[in-house]
C-alpha cells in the first residue's frame, strides 16, 4: 500500500469534525439456546452491547460497538468533538490516542463512511469482499437443563443444523470434567461427541476449545481418544505457557501434524503470544477483536503477516463482532485462516449485507463495516 494513498485519504478525513455523539444500547439475539462450556454456565440467547454513533458537521455517521465500558467513553467523549478528524484517526493506522480506545470501532466505521470505502479496503485495498468463518455455536448442550439433560443427540443434531445453514466447519466446546461433570465422565462425553458429530458430518473440518479446563494430560488424552478424527486447531487446551506449550506441540508434531494450537484470547499477554510463537510453539494468534483492540489488530496483522504467522481475531459474543473480524481476514488473506461466526441478530441493525454461503461470509460493498445502525435504546446524547 502506497503512502500517497493515505496521504490522501487523510487530507479528505482532515476536512470533517465530529459534532455529535450518542451512545445506545442494542440486544443481541442468538436464535438458539446456548449452554455451557468449560468454565462459564449459560450464555442464554443473547445480552446486550453498548455502541456510539459519531455524527460530523456535515450529516456524515459512523457508529460500532464500545471497545471500553460506557465509563471510560463518557470520560473521553469530548475529545472527540470539534477537532480534525486526523487528530483523531488516521487512515492507515487507526485511532491516534489510546484514550480513544472505547471509540476504536466506530471511528473506523466513521472513516470507511467519509472515504466511501470498506474497512477492510481501507487496511488493503486489494482486499476481496469474503472472508472464511467456523461456527462457534457448538455448545454444551447435552448437559441442560440440569434437572432433564438434553443428552448427546441434541449436540449432534444442532452441529447438523448449524450446517445447513452454510457451515464447513464447526468449532465444538469441550471441557464438561472441569466443572458441570465427574473428571473421568466427562473427558469420556467429549471424546464421545466430538466422535460422533465427525461421523454426522464426515466431510467438515472439526476444531475443539477447552476454554482453558484441561490439563496438559487431559490434552493429550483426549487426541489419544478421539481416534482417527481429524482437528484442525485446538483452541486454549490450558493456559498457555512454554513447557507445556512446547510438549503438546512435540506430540502434535508426531502425531498430529495438521492440527494448529490456537490461543490468546483470554488474558491476554501479546510479549508472552509472541515469544511462543517465535518458538513455533503457539500458532494461531486469537485476542479478542474489541477488548485488545481493531487499532492493536491492525499493527498486530503487520507483523504477523511479516513473520508469516496466522491470526484469528476473538469475536464471540454478537454478530457484529464477527463482522468486524471478517474485514480484517479480508485484508490478510494469508494469514488470518478463518473467523468465528456468531449466529443471530442485533435488534435494530440492518446486517443483511452479510450473507454465509458455504463456509464464507460475503462483506457487502458498502462504506464502514456496512452495518446501518435503525433504531436502539438511547442512553445519552451530546
Known amino acids: 500500500m502506497k503512502q500517497s494513498c493515505y496521504d490522501e485519504w487523510n487530507q479528505e478525513l482532515k ?28 450464555h442464554g440467547f ?22 471500553r465500558g460506557m465509563a471510560e467513553a463518557e470520560k473521553s467523549r469530548e475529545l472527540l468533538r470539534k477537532r480534525p478528524f486526523t487528530e483523531l484517526f488516521d487512515s492507515g493506522t487507526g485511532i491516534r490516542d489510546e484514550k480513544l480506545q472505547a471509540y476504536d470501532i466506530p471511528l473506523h466505521d466513521l472513516a470507511g463512511k467519509i472515504l466511501g470505502i470498506p474497512v477492510c479496503r481501507m487496511i488493503n485495498p486489494e482486499s476481496a469482499l469474503r472472508a472464511p468463518v467456523y461456527d462457534g455455536a457448538v455448545y454444551m448442550n447435552d448437559i441442560i437443563p440440569e434437572d ?50 465427525h461421523e ?61 494450537l490456537a490461543d490468546g484470547e483470554s488474558g491476554t499477554d501479546i510479549p508472552l503470544l509472541r515469544g511462543l510463537a517465535e518458538k513455533k510453539l503457539l500458532d494461531v494468534w486469537q485476542p479478542d477483536v474489541c477488548g485488545y483492540g481493531f487499532t492493536k489488530w491492525r499493527a498486530l496483522m503487520k507483523e504477523i503477516s511479516r513473520n508469516g504467522w496466522l491470526a484469528s481475531p476473538h469475536a464471540w459474543g454478537n454478530v457484529t463482532k464477527t463482522h468486524y473480524c471478517t474485514h480484517l481476514a479480508a485484508a490478510y488473506p494469508h494469514h488470518i485462516p478463518c473467523v468465528e461466526a456468531v449466529l443471530g441478530s ?36 451530546s
Open 15 to 42: 476536512r470533517h469534525q465530529i459534532e455529535r455523539v450518542q451512545f445506545f444500547r442494542c440486544r443481541a439475539r442468538y436464535p438458539r439456546l446456548h449452554g455451557k462450556n468449560a468454565i462459564r454456565g449459560y
Open 46 to 67: 443473547g445480552g446486550e452491547i453498548e455502541v456510539a454513533k459519531l455524527t460530523t458537521e456535515d450529516g456524515i455517521s459512523g457508529w460500532g460497538q464500545l471497545s
Open 346 to 381: 442485533i435488534e435494530g441493525v440492518d446486517i443483511d449485507g452479510y450473507c454465509l454461503e458455504r463456509g464464507t461470509i460475503r462483506i457487502p460493498d458498502k462504506p464502514g463495516f456496512g452495518m446501518e445502525l435503525i433504531w436502539a435504546c438511547d442512553i445519552t446524547d
Open 148 to 197: 432433564a439433560p438434553f443428552g448427546v443427540d441434541r449436540v449432534i443434531q444442532e452441529s447438523i443444523e448449524d450446517v445447513r445453514l452454510g457451515h464447513t466447519m464447526l468449532k465444538v466446546k469441550i471441557g464438561r470434567g472441569y466443572r458441570w461433570m465427574e473428571h473421568d465422565k466427562g473427558l469420556a462425553r467429549d471424546m464421545e461427541i466430538v466422535r460422533r458429530i
Open 200 to 260: 454426522a458430518l464426515p466431510g467438515i473440518a472439526l476444531m475443539v476449545d477447552a476454554n482453558d479446563g484441561y490439563t496438559l494430560e487431559d490434552t493429550l488424552a483426549f487426541l489419544e481418544g478421539i481416534g482417527d478424527t481429524e482437528i484442525f486447531w485446538f483452541e486454549e487446551p490450558f493456559r498457555e505457557e512454554e513447557e507445556k506449550n512446547r510438549k503438546l506441540k512435540a506430540f502434535l508434531s508426531k502425531e498430529r501434524p495438521g492440527t494448529l
